[in-house]
């Protein structure tokens, strides 16, 4: 008898015990939509002040002087890794397409991407670049399951590089902040380690549990082999690289590579949390706090916005083009396939 009542009290603490982590599993659960907003706010509102006091430091008419007196030399420079850019970017969904065997021919998908990029980095949530994905894949007889498949590769890929490089980065070689800061720099070392391990951790799991399946959350995720995870470490490594070099060479290489690498990973999370299309100002506000000690606030600026204009505008143009491309051909092909199914 003692036995059973024994086993009874211990059955009623376990169900008390899980009910109690119910609770506070649902205490969370309620919780964190607000704790994520009230922090997005919070960031959102440190970035805007940033802006706005930097903002009326700058002298315009500076700036526009110092983007008169760039020179051709390194605008012509910096148009060729803005270009290396986006085509290796347009390059990403290839892996999708390999992962999901689809019919679609190599420069179409290309074409899709870079359509897809352009708009994204310009408009982002504005016009649901994400939609506007799925809509050209559709256009071309791509399954829902497939297409989402490609876009989550090519998003991975590009964050998966991002963690291993900016936590590389920070790790080896981080920023010298401001004096006036009074910040050392075991942050950035800390955060360097962590996300650079982060990203070790997934290339260790690629190696020892290569295509197994996890389930997290309802969603069947495939692990990956170590080879096309290296792939996608490379090709978004050498994405963001390129990214920085533009803005390195249009700053006439008077600020260390290393240094506008780094800026540049810290601006761009930024601009995510954010989450102001373009990264409008926020870019601008952290490259400014960061770097006007050492280079004018104006020739900062104006290297900032000729970037801006070669990197986000000039593709938009092509892209545009692309997207009416597509839609008209598709139209007519739909149109014709009508009229034969009714004849």
């Known amino acids: 008898m003692s036995g059973l009542s024994s086993a009874a009290s211990r059955a009623r603490q376990t169900e008390a015990a899980a009910r109690a982590g119910g609770h506070g599993t649902s205490f969370w659960r309620r919780s964190w939509p607000w704790l994520k907003r009230i922090t997005q706010t919070a960031f959102f509102l440190v970035v805007a002040w940033l802006i706005v006091t930097q903002?009326?430091?700058?002298?315009?008419?500076?700036?526009?002087?110092?983007?008169?007196?760039?020179?051709?030399?390194?605008?012509?420079?910096?148009?060729?890794?803005?270009?290396?850019?986006?085509?290796?970017?347009?390059?990403?969904?290839?892996?999708?397409?390999?992962?999901?065997?689809?019919?679609?021919?190599?420069?179409?998908?290309?074409a899709i991407n870079f359509i897809s990029y352009a708009f994204n980095i310009n408009l982002g949530s504005l016009i649901g670049a994400?939609?506007?994905?799925?809509?050209?894949?559709?256009?071309?007889?791509?399954?829902?399951?497939?297409?989402a498949r490609?876009?989550?590769?090519?998003?991975?890929?590009?964050?998966?590089?991002?963690?291993?490089?900016?936590?590389?980065?920070?790790?080896?070689?981080?920023?010298?902040?401001?004096?006036?800061?009074?910040?050392?720099?075991?942050g950035l070392h800390v955060l360097g380690a962590a996300l650079l391990s982060t990203a070790l951790a997934y290339l260790a799991i690629c190696a020892f549990f290569s295509e197994r399946r996890l389930s997290f959350r309802g969603h069947v995720v495939t692990i990956q082999r170590l080879r096309f995870a290296l792939l996608q470490l490379?090709?978004?490594?050498?994405?963001?690289?390129?990214?920085?070099c533009v803005i390195y060479l249009l700053l006439e290489r008077q600020i260390a590579y290393t240094d506008v690498l780094c800026v540049l990973l810290i601006a761009v999370v930024?601009?995510?949390?954010?989450?102001?299309?373009?990264?409008?100002?926020?870019?601008?506000?952290?490259?400014?706090?960061?770097?006007?000690?050492?280079?004018?606030?104006?020739?900062?600026?104006?290297?900032?916005?000729?970037?801006?204009?070669?990197?986000?505008?000039?593709?938009?143009?092509?892209?545009?083009?692309g997207w009416l491309a597509i839609e008209v051909r598709t139209r007519g092909e739909n149109k014709r396939k009508k009229n034969t199914r009714r004849r």
């Not at 090519?154 to 010298?176: D, H, K, R």
């Not at 490379?234 to 920085?244: F, G, I, K, P």
Request: net charge positive; hydrophobic share 55%; charged share 10%.
């Open 234 to 244: 490379a090709m978004s490594c050498a994405n963001w690289m390129l990214m920085a």
């Open 55 to 110: 903002a009326r430091t700058i002298a315009w008419d500076e700036v526009f002087e110092a983007m008169r007196r760039q020179s051709p030399q390194w605008l012509w420079l910096a148009i060729l890794p803005a270009v290396a850019s986006h085509a290796l970017y347009s390059c990403f969904d290839l892996l999708g397409r390999h992962l999901t065997r689809h019919g679609l021919a190599w420069p179409t998908v290309m």
């Open 130 to 147: 994400a939609m506007l994905r799925y809509r050209l894949y559709a256009r071309h007889g791509l399954q829902t399951d497939a297409i």
């Open 270 to 321: 930024a601009g995510v949390i954010v989450h102001v299309p373009a990264g409008l100002g926020v870019v601008e506000a952290v490259f400014v706090a960061l770097l006007s000690y050492r280079l004018a606030a104006s020739e900062l600026l104006a290297a900032l916005l000729t970037y801006r204009f070669l990197y986000y505008l000039v593709p938009l143009v092509p892209a545009a083009l």
């Open 150 to 186: 490609i876009i989550g590769t090519s998003i991975f890929t590009n964050w998966f590089g991002y963690l291993a490089l900016a936590g590389a980065v920070f790790l080896v070689s981080p920023l010298q902040l401001p004096p006036q800061w009074k910040i050392g720099g075991a």
